[in-house]
Nanobody
Framework: QVQLRESGGGSVSTGESLTLSCKYV????????LGWFRQSPGKEREGLAQ???????SYGTSVKDRFTISRNSATRTLFLEMNNLEPGDTARYYC??????????????WGQGTQVTVSS
């Protein structure tokens, strides 16, 4: 069983930075695919970044040059560093975990989300 809990959201102004955390409770942290998604009202869920099960990373086009995903195996925590935030980044941010990145979006393991609001 895996449990995920996000934290670190908040309200910031355009151009500022935030780092989100996702605490992972369960086994096999180092061997699972972990990812960040976001969703705002009226919009589809958007995949932002993945930390793959073989140690790589991948990013969605809209955040590729501004967001960085990382994980700390010692603390079993996934991070999303977000720089140069824009009002369009306003959304609820979620982390997810799965035994492979191919099944990440269908995974039953999701956190409850943390809200990020960016004002102009």
């Amino acid at each position: 069983q895996v449990q995920l809990r996000e934290s670190g959201g908040g309200s910031v102004s355009t151009g500022e930075s935030l780092t989100l955390s996702c605490k992972y409770v369960g086994d096999r942290f180092s061997h699972w695919c972990l990812g960040w998604f976001r969703q705002s009202p009226g919009k589809e869920r958007e995949g932002l970044a993945q930390s793959t099960e073989d140690g790589g990373t991948s990013y969605g086009t809209s955040v590729k040059d501004r967001f960085t995903i990382s994980r700390n195996s010692a603390t079993r925590t996934l991070f999303l560093e977000m720089n140069n935030l824009e009002p369009g980044d306003t959304a609820r941010y979620y982390c997810a975990a799965a035994n492979s990145c191919a099944s990440l979006e269908r995974s039953p393991y999701w956190g409850q989300g943390t809200q990020v609001t960016v004002s102009s």
